[in-house]
């Protein structure tokens, strides 16, 4: 699975903008997508992720009511629209897809692919 972000950019505190996630390569077997940022000095976290159907997503506090994440599975792309964005929501955002195998054994194996990131900055 190959994984490309884009959408990402400067914008003042309060816009708007919608990151998206183009996946190419065994997306059939992709169950879970998500974002997740990196601030500098900080360590990785999650944004929102959503199940293959789109049927569930979570978000992390920070960005509830203001972040939508979604997915077209006929385009293999996910989104994330960010509204009244905050200075504190800069990072690099980076798109994360998790593929589930199932074994002959029945058990299931769970691999981990991320996007090489795209910055956003929100100016104060």
């Not at 979604?70 to 593929?99: G, I």
Request: proline share 2%; aromatic share 10%; charged share 15%.
């Amino acid at each position: 699975v190959q994984l490309v972000e884009s959408g990402g950019g400067l914008v003042q505190a309060g816009g708007s903008l919608r990151l998206s996630c183009a996946a190419s390569g065994s997306t059939f077997t992709i169950a879970v997508m998500g974002w997740y940022r990196q601030a500098p000095g900080k360590q990785r976290e999650l944004v929102a992720t959503i199940t293959s159907g789109g049927g569930s997503t979570n978000y992390a506090d920070s960005v509830k009511g203001r972040f939508t994440i979604s997915r077209d599975n006929f385009k293999h792309t996910m989104y994330l629209q960010m509204n009244t964005l905050k200075p504190e929501d800069t990072a690099v955002y980076y798109c994360k897809a998790t593929r589930q195998v199932v074994a002959t054994s029945g058990a299931i194996h769970d691999y981990d692919y991320w996007g090489q990131g795209t910055q956003v900055t929100v100016s104060s």
